[in-house]
């Protein structure tokens, strides 16, 4: 009934040049990006962040630093006394929180009890089991027949997991749970309350986490295999070469240099978070929501979502191409039909 | 061994939380802007109109491009479609532009199945979408969307009201597709006629039930312009690619003897009013309202119409998987009882067809022994023949041999005989011949 051409480039007179007074060469295509502007700061964005390590680490006071408001579960929940749980936690909060007309639904996932038990055996299950519930959510409401206008989005975007700042090398504990957990959602790894370390500890510390999770196939965020383009693996290189960043938390503002800006005040000095000479705060916040949240959420989608959703199908074996349905029969036909050729 | 305990705190109602400093998520928007123009936009247009109603030309002005193709005949013997894909580039944006042309459509005499395939084609599209999306291993990131976005539908410049072909056809589209009807060559309608014109067209379709797309009025930077637009509906347009010289500028126009009609001119035509809804103010919402409105419920129509339910009869969620689970079931049964009933008919009919060939192999034998018999009994009548015809000639030879003996005897008793024989002769009366 019809026929497709190859795409085709037609010669268009005089255009490229975008010039709103002669109408004649400019087409307005261009102004899709407004649209797209507008609809997206109508709809508002999710974001939905995962943070693991040991109590103690500086969890809670990384996400209120990096959100700039009290987001962590702590802030929330009046908890009366710090106790640790006896068995991991998943606890999830959502935000509401708006910048310049953008609106953003942020979840933090928070998981007190990893980590801190004697025997922390398969402590990461509760942490995969939710993770693959909300792959699961999403899948059943895609697969509805009456589904919504939005699918709701609950799976985990990012999981920012904290390695203690020990200097040495990482704890089996910690290789164990990123190798893991990197199969099925985007890891950043940081290495917190940095500034127990000086700056050559730092980066020695830094180097043998790299070379371990090289040695284990560990792929933390962001992944080389899913690179773009030439410009996307050189911006991601710079970025693979700093990870794990070096972070101090903190929501307390100080007086230096006139100006109140976030650190910690310790008698020999003020840290400051936001100073790129001191930790590198700036250069997660940077990471994580100014440049490349939508490259996470976008391999969350396409690539972490569809392997969950390729190996779920599969594995309750439901066939949905016809494909295979009439191999099978194909195949058995030709089985039986070696007993016809000589009747007898 | 740890286990979970899972507290969602405030799921749907998200409190609400004011920030102290500059995070810097505003920059999602342009995050998101970035990500499109690098995997480039597509956008399908289906133009409906009769033969000669100006689609073309009007597709060439809207982009300003000379789209290939030559006019089509009038004398198709049905309504075909015909698309073409073309990749226009405006700055940094990329648009894989595709267009698709009814050719043929209001040229037959009887025109009652046009609007079959152009409904078919629609349902193609979304079908390709849906069997994608439904796939295992899918690639819906990298997947060229071909569903169609907008409709341009192409009334005739009549002056009067809607053809029912038109109204039929409308109405059989309004819920597949977003359907924007224009008045095609309007410079054939003067200015009053033209204010009756739309003012009949608009109370037919809304008489007649016809949704067609309401450009979106809830957005607040875009709701005026909108909804002024949407008044100016159905937009009576004229297309040309040609241009004419006016004052120093060189403008698009038609050119007729009494005057010049130019294309970009408000006061002319809306085709201005056509391209800044079309293109620059609604694109998104589009291709929006296709995936989430029409696409949806051609979905949901699709898989109830195979059987799957959400709920069964006690209002107990049907998974999916089990529904699939019970389908295939059924079709394998059913496939397998298909089996057996060919395995069946292929089993008696090579019965049938041996006791045939047995039949013949019978008849044969018997026709074999009966021949036989016959030649059999020939055989042996001529074998008696033959002793009797050898026992003639035995006895004849015995005869002769009797005769020859006694010839023999009677000639040597010759002498003596025939003397007797002359005297028995001439006393013999009978052998006396004087």
Same mark, same amino acid.
């Given at each position: 009934?019809?026929?497709?051409?190859?795409?085709?480039?037609?010669?268009?007179?005089?255009?490229?040049?975008?010039?709103?007074?002669?109408?004649?060469?400019?087409?307005?295509?261009?102004?899709?990006?407004?649209?797209?502007?507008?609809?997206?700061?109508?709809?508002?964005?999710?974001?939905?962040?995962?943070?693991?390590?040991?109590?103690?680490?500086?969890?809670?006071?990384?996400?209120?630093?990096?959100?700039?408001?009290?987001?962590?579960?702590?802030?929330?929940?009046?908890?009366?006394?710090?106790?640790?749980?006896?068995?991991?936690?998943?606890?999830?909060?959502?935000?509401?929180?708006?910048?310049?007309?953008?609106?953003?639904?942020?979840?933090?996932?928070?998981?007190?009890?990893?980590?801190?038990?004697?025997?922390?055996?398969?402590?990461?299950?509760?942490?995969?089991?939710?993770?693959?519930?909300?792959?699961?959510?999403?899948?059943?409401?895609?697969?509805?027949?009456?589904?919504?206008?939005?699918?709701?989005?609950?799976?985990?975007?990012?999981?920012?997991?904290?390695?203690?700042?020990?200097?040495?090398?990482?704890?089996?504990?910690?290789?164990?749970?990123?190798?893991?957990?990197?199969?099925?959602?985007?890891?950043?790894?940081?290495?917190?309350?940095?500034?127990?370390? !000086?700056?050559?500890?730092?980066?020695?510390?830094?180097?043998?986490?790299?070379?371990?999770?090289?040695?284990?196939?560990?792929?933390?965020?962001?992944?080389?295999?899913?690179?773009?383009?030439?410009?996307?693996?050189?911006?991601?290189?710079?970025?693979?070469?700093?990870?794990?960043?070096?972070?101090?938390?903190?929501?307390?503002?100080?007086?230096?240099?006139?100006?109140?800006?976030?650190?910690?005040?310790?008698?020999?000095?003020?840290?400051?978070?936001?100073?790129?000479?001191?930790?590198?705060?700036?250069?997660?916040?940077?990471?994580?929501?100014? !440049?490349?949240?939508?490259?996470?959420?976008?391999? !969350?989608?396409?690539?972490?979502?569809?392997?969950?959703?390729?190996?779920?199908?599969?594995?309750?074996? !439901?066939?949905?191409?016809?494909?295979?349905?009439?191999?099978?029969?194909?195949?058995?036909?030709?089985?039986?039909?070696?007993?016809?050729?000589?009747?007898? | 061994?740890?286990?979970?305990?899972?507290?969602?705190?405030?799921?749907?109602?998200?409190?609400?939380?004011?920030?102290?400093?500059?995070?810097?998520?505003?920059?999602?928007?342009?995050?998101?802007?970035?990500?499109?123009?690098?995997?480039?936009?597509?956008?399908?247009?289906?133009?409906?109109?009769?033969?000669?109603?100006?689609?073309?030309?009007?597709?060439?002005?809207?982009?300003?491009?000379?789209?290939?193709?030559?006019?089509?005949?009038?004398?198709?013997?049905?309504?075909?479609?015909?698309?073409?894909?073309?990749?226009?580039? /405006?700055?940094?944006?990329?648009?894989?532009? &595709?267009?698709?042309?009814?050719?043929?459509?209001?040229?037959?005499?009887?025109?009652?199945?046009?609007?079959?395939?152009?409904?078919?084609?629609?349902?193609?599209?979304?079908?390709?979408?849906?069997?994608?999306?439904?796939?295992?291993? %899918?690639?819906?990131?990298?997947?060229?969307?071909?569903?169609?976005?907008?409709?341009?539908?192409?009334?005739?410049?009549?002056?009067?009201?809607? +053809?029912?072909?038109?109204?039929?056809?409308?109405?059989?589209?309004?819920?597949?597709?977003?359907?924007?009807?224009?008045?095609?060559?309007?410079?054939?309608?003067?200015?009053?006629?033209?204010?009756?014109?739309?003012? +009949?067209? &608009?109370? /037919?379709?809304?008489?007649?039930?016809?949704?067609?797309?309401?450009?979106?009025?809830?957005?607040?930077?875009?709701?005026?312009?909108?909804?002024?637009?949407?008044?100016?509906?159905?937009?009576?347009?004229?297309?040309?690619?040609?241009?004419?010289?006016?004052?120093?500028?060189?403008?698009?126009?038609?050119?007729?003897?009494?005057?010049?009609?130019?294309?970009?001119?408000?006061?002319?035509?809306?085709?201005?009013?056509?391209?800044?809804?079309?293109? %620059?103010?609604?694109?998104?919402?589009?291709?929006?309202?296709?995936?989430?409105?029409?696409?949806?419920?051609?979905?949901?129509?699709?898989?109830?119409?195979?059987?799957?339910?959400?709920?069964?009869?006690?209002?107990?969620?049907?998974?999916?998987?089990?529904?699939?689970?019970?389908?295939?079931?059924?079709?394998?049964?059913?496939?397998?009882?298909?089996?057996?009933?060919? %395995?069946?008919?292929?089993?008696?009919?090579?019965?049938?067809?041996?006791?045939?060939?047995?039949?013949?192999?019978? /008849?044969?034998?018997?026709?074999?022994? %009966?021949?036989?018999?016959?030649?059999?009994? /020939?055989?042996?009548?001529?074998?008696?023949?033959?002793?009797?015809?050898?026992?003639?000639?035995?006895?004849? +030879?015995?005869? +002769?041999?009797?005769?020859?003996?006694?010839?023999?005897?009677?000639?040597?008793?010759?002498?003596?005989? &025939?003397?007797?024989?002359?005297?028995?002769?001439?006393?013999?009366?009978?052998?006396?011949?004087?």
């Amino acid at each position: 009934m019809s026929e497709t051409a190859k795409p085709h480039h037609p010669v268009p007179p005089g255009k490229g040049e975008k010039t709103h007074d002669s109408d004649f060469s400019y087409v307005g295509i261009d102004a899709i990006l407004e649209q797209m502007r507008r609809k997206a700061m109508k709809q508002g964005f999710e974001l939905n962040i995962m943070v693991v390590g040991q109590s103690g680490l500086g969890k809670s006071t990384l996400m209120n630093t990096l959100f700039k408001s009290k987001v962590s579960r702590k802030s929330v929940q009046p908890v009366p006394e710090e106790r640790i749980p006896k068995t991991v936690e998943i606890k999830s909060i959502s935000h509401d929180i708006e910048e310049k007309g953008v609106r953003m639904k942020l979840t933090v996932i928070d998981t007190p009890g990893f980590g801190d038990q004697i025997n922390n055996e398969n402590c990461w299950q509760p942490i995969m089991k939710f993770i693959n519930d909300q792959y699961e959510t999403y899948l059943q409401e895609e697969i509805n027949i009456d589904r919504k206008k939005r699918i709701p989005d609950s799976r985990v975007h990012c999981c920012i997991y904290f390695i203690p700042p020990t200097g040495h090398c990482l704890r089996p504990l910690d290789v164990e749970f990123m190798s893991r957990l990197s199969k099925v959602v985007n890891i950043v790894p940081v290495i917190a309350k940095a500034d127990t370390l !000086t700056l050559e500890e730092r980066d020695h510390f830094k180097q043998t986490i790299r070379g371990e999770l090289r040695a284990n196939g560990v792929d933390v965020y962001p992944q080389k295999e899913f690179d773009e383009d030439a410009e996307d693996r050189v911006i991601n290189d710079k970025i693979r070469e700093m990870i794990p960043f070096a972070v101090v938390g903190s929501d307390q503002e100080y007086q230096v240099n006139g100006k109140r800006i976030l650190g910690r005040k310790t008698k020999w000095g003020t840290i400051e978070v936001e100073n790129i000479a001191h930790c590198e705060f700036a250069y997660l916040r940077d990471l994580l929501i100014r !440049t490349h949240m939508q490259n996470i959420k976008d391999i !969350t989608g396409s690539i972490h979502y569809e392997t969950y959703r390729v190996r779920r199908l599969n594995e309750s074996n !439901t066939h949905f191409t016809s494909h295979q349905t009439t191999f099978t029969i194909r195949k058995q036909q030709t089985e039986r039909g070696c007993e016809f050729a000589a009747p007898q | 061994m740890a286990s979970t305990e899972i507290a969602r705190q405030a799921g749907e109602g998200a409190r609400a939380v004011p920030l102290s400093g500059h995070v810097g998520f505003d920059s999602m928007p342009d995050q998101l802007v970035n990500k499109s123009v690098n995997h480039g936009f597509c956008f399908n247009i289906l133009c409906v109109g009769e033969t000669g109603m100006g689609k073309s030309t009007l597709m060439d002005t809207l982009f300003n491009t000379k789209f290939e193709g030559e006019p089509t005949q009038h004398n198709q013997p049905g309504v075909t479609l015909k698309s073409n894909t073309y990749e226009l580039q /405006e700055s940094n944006v990329r648009l894989k532009l &595709t267009v698709v042309n009814t050719v043929g459509f209001g040229d037959q005499i009887n025109k009652e199945d046009s609007y079959k395939s152009i409904v078919e084609f629609i349902d193609a599209q979304f079908e390709a979408y849906l069997q994608e999306e439904l796939k295992i291993k %899918r690639t819906l990131h990298s997947y060229h969307d071909t569903r169609i976005h907008a409709c341009l539908y192409f009334i005739a410049p009549t002056g009067h009201s809607l +053809k029912s072909l038109d109204l039929v056809t409308m109405k059989k589209l309004d819920s597949k597709v977003n359907i924007i009807p224009i008045i095609a060559k309007s410079d054939a309608i003067s200015k009053s006629e033209l204010a009756k014109f739309k003012i +009949k067209i &608009t109370s /037919e379709l809304v008489s007649n039930g016809v949704q067609i797309y309401q450009f979106p009025t809830d957005d607040e930077s875009v709701a005026e312009i909108n909804s002024s637009m949407n008044s100016h509906l159905p937009f009576a347009v004229v297309g040309s690619t040609e241009e004419v010289k006016l004052g120093n500028k060189m403008v698009k126009a038609r050119q007729y003897p009494w005057g010049t009609v130019q294309v970009e001119n408000e006061n002319h035509c809306d085709f201005v009013k056509l391209r800044e809804m079309l293109i %620059r103010v609604n694109m998104e919402d589009l291709r929006e309202q296709t995936h989430t409105r029409h696409y949806e419920l051609y979905r949901r129509c699709k898989l109830e119409e195979m059987g799957f339910k959400d709920t069964d009869p006690d209002s107990k969620p049907f998974s999916l998987q089990e529904t699939y689970e019970a389908k295939r079931n059924e079709f394998m049964g059913e496939l397998q009882k298909k089996e057996e009933e060919m %395995r069946q008919m292929f089993v008696q009919r090579v019965k049938e067809k041996e006791a045939e060939l047995k039949e013949a192999e019978k /008849e044969l034998h018997e026709k074999f022994d %009966r021949l036989k018999k016959l030649h059999q009994d /020939e055989k042996k009548k001529l074998e008696e023949k033959k002793k009797s015809l050898d026992d003639e000639l035995n006895m004849f +030879k015995q005869k +002769k041999t009797a005769a020859e003996l006694l010839q023999n005897q009677a000639q040597q008793a010759g002498g003596s005989s &025939t003397l007797k024989r002359d005297k028995e002769r001439k006393n013999n009366p009978w052998l006396c011949t004087e």
